[in-house]
């Protein structure tokens, strides 16, 4: 099953730029690459989702090299409100349906 | 407004009392799914349905049970819950397309279940 490694935690600083990675070695030449935010007692919420090269929305850009073992979520001038667990997921390899996250990385932003 | 609606947000129980946690999403969506979350293990995927009717295991199935009768509504069921499944249940859905892998759509996740079993 394909399983995602991703740093457990980062700080940075207001008006910083923030690139969180992940590792996915397993991943399917079918699957796409998709970061989820997290704040305290909600669930998940999408932010963005790739699959090779850049893509870029109103608040984040994704990385995927050629080979698609990685990719990096960057996220350009952090508030504080952005301070989340920031979670990669991709589909896994055996045919099922699961979708397996990682133990994400938790992100505090330092005024 | 499109959202995946789960009840109770809290829930406090003792050993073997079966409950049910209710999760329903009005946004047509075929796939459906629970989580479970706890410190430093992240988010587990305990059971996930494709469709009505149709249920699979996820990684920690163990102790659950779901069923989906309803496309819009993915009830999970503790026949005895245990304290080690005190836990934050998260419901998600997506729109899935039948057979086609529906995880390259983006998951939509209610605001939890906090469960305590004493």
């Known amino acids: 099953l394909a399983k995602t490694t991703q740093p457990i935690s980062m700080d940075s600083y207001e008006g910083q730029e923030v690139n969180i990675t992940c590792s996915h070695n397993?991943?399917?030449?079918?699957?796409?690459i998709t970061w989820y935010q997290q704040f305290p007692s909600q669930g998940p919420r999408f932010i963005i989702q790739?699959?090779?090269t850049k893509v870029t929305n109103e608040v984040a850009s994704l990385f995927i090299p050629a080979d698609r073992k990685s990719s990096t979520l960057s996220l350009p001038r952090v508030s504080l409100s952005d301070t989340a667990v920031y979670y990669c997921?991709?589909?896994?390899?055996?045919?099922?349906?699961?979708?397996?996250f990682g133990t994400g990385t938790r992100l505090k932003v330092l005024a | 407004e499109a959202q995946v609606t789960q009840n109770p947000r809290y829930l406090i129980t003792v050993t073997g009392k079966k409950l049910t946690v209710t999760c329903s999403q009005n946004?047509?969506?075929?796939?459906m799914s629970w989580y479970r979350q706890d410190p430093g293990l992240g988010l587990r995927q305990i059971y996930y349905?494709?469709?009505?009717?149709?249920?699979d295991k996820g990684d920690v199935p163990e102790g659950y049970k779901v069923s989906r009768k309803e496309k819009r509504n993915f009830p999970l069921i503790l026949e005895s819950p245990s304290p080690n499944q005190t836990s934050l249940y998260f419901c998600?859905?997506?729109?899935?397309?039948?057979?086609?892998?529906?995880?390259?759509?983006?998951?939509?996740f209610g605001n939890g279940t906090r469960l305590t079993v004493t």
């Open positions: 397993n991943i399917a030449t079918n699957d796409y």
């Open positions: 790739g699959y090779k």
């Open positions: 997921l991709v589909g896994d390899i055996s045919g099922t349906y699961k979708y397996i």
């Open positions: 946004m047509n969506h075929e796939y």
């Open positions: 998600a859905s997506s729109p899935g397309q039948g057979k086609v892998r529906s995880y390259n759509s983006p998951l939509h």
């Open positions: 349905s494709m469709n009505v009717e149709v249920t």
